[in-house]
């Protein structure tokens, strides 16, 4: 069974989008892809602060939506963990954490299901990341999975399910696993900047910080020399303490598959996932696929999220 944590806030940040994004969007095509998986459990929206109607409603037609006061991605990340450690899921289930800016297949979520029952990995990446130079300041790139490089591309309608080194918030993992790994996620979300990858690693059992890493840090927006002061013994300890959770014994090593191609996508300027070969324009023109299925259903009369 998959079920879903969809984390999502009503305000903007100032990233760079493409043209055509808009958090409706993404969640329109999130809900198409739900809608297309036979396998789905519970669906819960956890929103921090309030949540424009026009999204509010297919929320609640589709799931359970619980609101919560976090103030931040980190707040409202932990609060999502919480919520699918403390369920009455079962270890044998998956749950997938989604974010509210990405863009989805319509078959992700059923591709994500199929992975999952077939597959030895416990974590999921339907949208997989690169690695970066440096800790601080880095440019993003996207890298193929491992097993994928130096082979053709596959078109869009074959995904295969391999190994790959990190990913995103929005990512899935088996429930059980998730309970057992709950507390080293906390300790690498405390650990400043891109948590998600430094948490994706230290499951894996590969430590992120180098040694620079944990004395020289980006001194931050303050000026003033007690808070700069603090901020670096924060991160010295907590990214010494994600090192130090990430040296499990091999059998408690985690492993994670990435999608290829990828089944969804950041919509964010710089970390689009490749379009799939001979099809630049893929993200674009599943957008307006996306709104095109979601006009369709209004003029039907059926509510989205009923199905």
Request: proline content about 7%; glycine content about 8%.
């Amino acid at each position: 069974m998959l079920h879903v944590v969809y984390r999502s806030h009503g305000g903007e940040n100032a990233k760079g989008r493409p043209a055509w994004y808009s958090k409706h969007l993404a969640l329109l095509s999130f809900l198409r892809a739900v809608e297309q998986c036979p396998a789905r459990g519970e669906v819960v929206f956890l929103n921090d602060g309030p949540i424009p109607r026009d999204r509010l409603e297919p929320m609640r037609r589709h799931g359970r939506v619980a609101a919560i006061t976090g103030g931040s991605n980190r707040a409202s990340y932990l609060a999502g963990l919480r919520l699918a450690v403390r369920s009455e899921w079962s270890d044998d289930d998956v749950v997938l954490f989604a974010e509210d800016d990405y863009l989805w297949r319509p078959d992700a979520l059923t591709s994500l299901s199929a992975a999952a029952a077939t597959g030895r990995a416990e974590y999921f990446a339907p949208y997989g990341v690169g690695t970066h130079d440096d800790v601080e300041g880095r440019v993003p790139q996207w890298r193929r999975p491992r097993a994928a490089r130096g082979e053709d591309a596959l078109p869009a309608d074959v995904v295969r399910w391999v190994p790959h080194e990190s990913t995103t918030s929005t990512f899935a993992v088996r429930v059980g696993a998730l309970r057992q790994d709950h507390r080293i996620l906390v300790v690498c979300c405390l650990s400043g900047g891109d948590f998600d990858h430094t948490s994706l690693l230290a499951v894996q059992g590969i430590p992120r910080f180098r040694l620079h890493d944990l004395v020289s840090h980006h001194p931050g927006t303050s000026t003033n020399p007690a808070v700069r002061a603090a901020r670096a013994v924060y991160l010295t300890a907590f990214r010494s303490a994600a090192d130090v959770v990430s040296l499990r014994r091999p059998s408690r090593r985690r492993r994670l598959a990435a999608a290829d191609p990828a089944v969804c996508t950041h919509m964010e300027d710089g970390w689009l996932a490749p379009a799939p070969a001979g099809q630049p324009r893929y993200w674009e023109d599943l957008a307006a696929q996306t709104h095109r299925w979601a006009e369709g259903r209004t003029e039907g009369r059926e509510p989205l999220g009923t199905r």
